[in-house]
Structures are given as structure tokens and as C-alpha cells.
């Protein structure tokens, strides 16, 4: 994570996001019920290299070699809870994919049906137009 500069110098900024975390294990899990207190976290990390032969006073106003942290702690805290579904549950759900899926493919039908039937009618239709020049 970290960066070696072998020529020059830079600012390195680390930016730190804390998120404290309660996570409830179900009473299945390894745990029964117990609690347990943690954080999640991210890291950012940004090199700004510092070239002090091009630059200017103006240039470099604000910037230092070095390594900084930046720490953003969270003042919400999550809450992760495991519960098991019952399998009543796993049928409801699974019903419902499958009745949405006949729902879409009816819709769809219905769509190429209606479509086929279109291209159908123009056909007869130039047809008719032909042959009616013909009988005249």
C-alpha cells in the first residue's frame, strides 16, 4: 500500500473512513447471539509529487514532504444482524420468481403474437393491392 520515491519528494496522504459495527451472530451461528463490537474501515491513499526545481512559491503554498494520516470517524454506527428464514419464506420467494417469469414470457408472447400478426395483414394487403392491378 505504501510507495517508495527514489528521486524527489512528495506529500503521501493516507485518508482513514471508520465506521464503528455491531454485529449480532443468530442463534444458529458459531456464536449464540452474542454481540460483537468492531469497525469497518476504507483507506485512500494519494501521492502528490513535489518537484522543487519547477516549482513556485505559489506552486507550492500548502504542500509538504511527508506522510499524513486523515482519520473520518463515522458518527453512525451499523448494525449487521444474521436471522434465519424460514423455509415457508424460501417457497414464497421462490413462487414469486417463477410466477414473474411466466409473467414476463406471457407479456412477450403476447408481444411477437401481435407483431407476426402486423407483418401478416401488411403482406395480404400488398398482395391484394397486386393482384386487384391485374384484374383491372
Known amino acids: 500500500m505504501g510507495r517508495l520515491l527514489t528521486s524527489g ?6 485518508f ?4 464503528p459495527t455491531l454485529y449480532k451472530a443468530g442463534a444458529s451461528s458459531w456464536s449464540t447471539g452474542n ?7 476504507s483507506v485512500t491513499e494519494h501521492l502528490r509529487r ?10 507550492l503554498q500548502g504542500l509538504l514532504p511527508g506522510v499524513f494520516f486523515h482519520y473520518d470517524l463515522s458518527p453512525m454506527r451499523v448494525r449487521v444482524e444474521e436471522k434465519r428464514r424460514s ?5 414464497t420467494r421462490v413462487c414469486a420468481i417463477i410466477g414473474g417469469v411466466f409473467t414476463v414470457m406471457g407479456l412477450v408472447d403476447s408481444l411477437v403474437f401481435r407483431v ?20 383491372d
Not at 482513514?16 to 465506521?19: E, M, R, S
Not at 513535489?50 to 506552486?59: P, S
Open 50 to 59: 513535489i518537484d522543487l526545481r519547477t516549482a513556485t512559491a505559489e506552486n
Open 35 to 41: 454481540e460483537v463490537h468492531s469497525y469497518q474501515f
Open 16 to 19: 482513514v473512513k471508520l465506521v
Open 87 to 91: 423455509f415457508g419464506h424460501f417457497l
Open 9 to 14: 519528494s512528495g506529500m503521501h496522504q493516507y
Open 116 to 135: 407476426g400478426e402486423q407483418l401478416q395483414r401488411g403482406k395480404r394487403g400488398a398482395a391484394g393491392g397486386i393482384l386487384g392491378g391485374l384484374r
